[in-house]
């Protein structure tokens, strides 16, 4: 999972470097045909046995792929890597406290809000677009996970997630030859475009393989490294240095997001005890 996490971000901030030569748009679009040429060779999918049940989803993670990925690149564009990201994270944090109505997780989703608040200081020079762009690639962050828990316990491999990321891709080829007629491609921004393709198969499978293996909630809580890593990145790669009230925004939704899923770990663990003894009961009053 961490290494996962550290490829998304370097990857992103790798992208970032051709945006003046071919915008996000151009930079996703090699993006996902590397990473479509990256998983494919190792998955070797056969679509044709697919089920509709395999379909479906596939289906879905490929659209959710070209919606996500372009929305995480312009809002970087516009707003930086580091809050970037963090507006996503709010996508895992929202699927974490959507299914209760307790008073503890309406206090959670308070403190997230008063961490975007502070985070994104709203005022006449917020660019509002690179927001709400941001707030759309969060949406697509948690439709993303639930769908790759589904297509890891319906197909073997990676092959779900393959030709998920090669039909994202097909829908950018038209503009990748476009680009390409046009003189936009220069070697520097060809390479920066293919090196964040490359990093970004590694946690496409990273994450599937992982949930395979690791509890939603507790991939769910591993979601509070991304913003650290994004904003390092940002500084390191980007040269883009966060400012007090961002870090201190940061620190809120990275709190918050813990706090849930440790909320929900404990109670689950609760739950379970309490089922165990119950059974235990069970079979005493049962016995002869």
């Given at each position: 999972?961490?290494?996962?996490?550290?490829?998304?971000?370097?990857?992103?901030?790798?992208?970032?470097?051709?945006?003046?030569?071919?915008?996000p748009?151009g930079?996703?679009?090699?993006?996902?045909?590397?990473?479509?040429?990256?998983?494919?060779?190792?998955?070797?999918?056969?679509p044709?046995?697919?089920?509709r049940?395999?379909?479906?989803p596939?289906?879905?993670?490929?659209?959710?792929?070209?919606?996500?990925?372009?929305?995480?690149y312009?809002?970087?564009?516009?707003?930086?890597?580091?809050l970037?990201?963090?507006?996503?994270?709010?996508?895992?944090?929202?699927?974490?406290?959507?299914g209760?109505?307790?008073?503890?997780d309406?206090?959670?989703?308070?403190?997230?809000?008063?961490?975007v608040?502070?985070?994104v200081s709203?005022?006449?020079?917020?660019d509002?677009?690179?927001?709400?762009?941001?707030l759309?690639?969060?949406g697509?962050?948690?439709?993303y996970?639930?769908?790759?828990?589904?297509?890891g316990?319906?197909l073997?491999?990676?092959?779900g997630?393959?030709?998920a990321?090669?039909?994202?891709?097909?829908?950018?080829?038209?503009l990748?030859?476009?680009?390409?007629?046009?003189?936009?491609?220069?070697?520097?921004?060809?390479?920066?475009?293919?090196?964040?393709?490359?990093?970004?198969?590694?946690?496409?499978?990273?994450?599937?393989?992982?949930?395979?293996?690791?509890?939603?909630?507790?991939f769910?809580?591993?979601?509070?490294?991304h913003?650290?890593?994004?904003?390092?990145?940002g500084?390191?790669?980007?040269?883009?240095?966060?400012r007090p009230?961002e870090?201190?925004?940061i620190v809120?939704?990275?709190?918050v997001?813990?706090?849930?899923?440790?909320?929900?770990?404990e109670?689950?663990?609760?739950?379970?005890t309490?089922?165990?003894?119950?059974?235990?009961?069970?079979?005493?009053?049962?016995?002869?």
């Open positions: 999972m961490l290494g996962s996490a550290t490829a998304n971000q370097v990857g992103a901030a790798a992208g970032a470097h051709a945006f003046a030569a071919v915008g748009a930079v996703v679009a090699v993006r996902q045909l590397v990473a479509a040429a990256v998983l494919l060779p190792v998955a070797r999918p056969d044709r046995r697919f089920t049940a395999q379909w479906w596939v289906l879905l993670l490929a659209g959710v792929f070209a919606v996500m990925n372009l929305s995480v312009t809002a970087i564009d516009r707003i930086g890597l580091g970037t990201v963090t507006l996503e994270v709010l996508g895992p944090l929202a699927v974490a406290l959507l209760s109505r307790t008073r503890v309406l206090a959670c989703a308070v403190a997230a809000a008063a961490g608040y502070v985070l709203p005022g006449p020079a917020s509002w677009a690179g927001i709400a762009v941001a759309v690639a969060a697509c962050w948690a439709a996970i639930l769908l790759n828990r589904l297509i316990a319906r073997p491999g990676v092959e997630l393959a030709v990321t090669s039909l994202s891709a097909l829908g950018y080829l038209p990748a030859v476009l680009l390409a007629v046009g003189g936009r491609w220069s070697a520097g921004a060809l390479l920066w475009a293919a090196v964040a393709g490359v990093l970004s198969a590694v946690p496409y499978a990273g994450d599937l393989i992982a949930l395979r293996h690791v509890p939603a909630r507790v769910g809580m591993f979601m509070s490294v913003p650290v890593l994004a904003a390092l990145s500084l390191i790669l980007l040269g883009q240095a966060l009230h870090w201190a925004g809120i939704v990275i709190a997001l813990t706090a849930t899923n440790l909320r929900r770990t109670s689950r663990a609760t739950r379970t309490r089922e165990r003894q119950e059974g235990m009961r069970s079979r005493k009053d049962q016995a002869p």
